[in-house]
């Protein structure tokens, strides 16, 4: 879309060829003149460790066995592929 803007396409053309909606094609080409680039942008503050679904399956295991050690929790993490320090475990609000 930023390619037919800058070949100076109007936004209702832009629109009819894309098939998209003006308001998407607008806002678009109103993030690249501002930022310069479409990319989405960085946010601030800590990353996630898990997904949303890692934490549902943590919380799920928790409810189902409320006994389950912080150990357990991080070997079936480990099992699934996430890498999950014993610390996270146990500061988290999920094993407690």
């Known amino acids: 879309m930023v390619d037919l803007h800058k070949?100076?396409?109007?936004?209702?053309?832009?629109?009819?060829?894309?098939?998209?909606?003006?308001?998407?094609?607008?806002t678009?080409?109103?993030k690249y003149k501002h930022h310069g680039t479409t990319q989405p942008s960085y946010r601030s503050g800590r990353r996630r460790v898990l997904s949303p679904r890692n934490e549902c399956t943590l919380v799920q295991k928790v409810q189902i066995n409320p006994r389950t050690t912080a150990k357990d929790l991080v070997k079936m993490m480990e099992e699934t592929g996430t890498e999950v320090s014993n610390i996270y475990s146990k500061t988290s609000h999920i094993s407690s």
């Open 28 to 30: 678009i080409v109103c």
């Open 7 to 26: 070949s100076d396409s109007s936004l209702g053309a832009i629109t009819k060829r894309q098939k998209v909606p003006r308001s998407s094609v607008q």
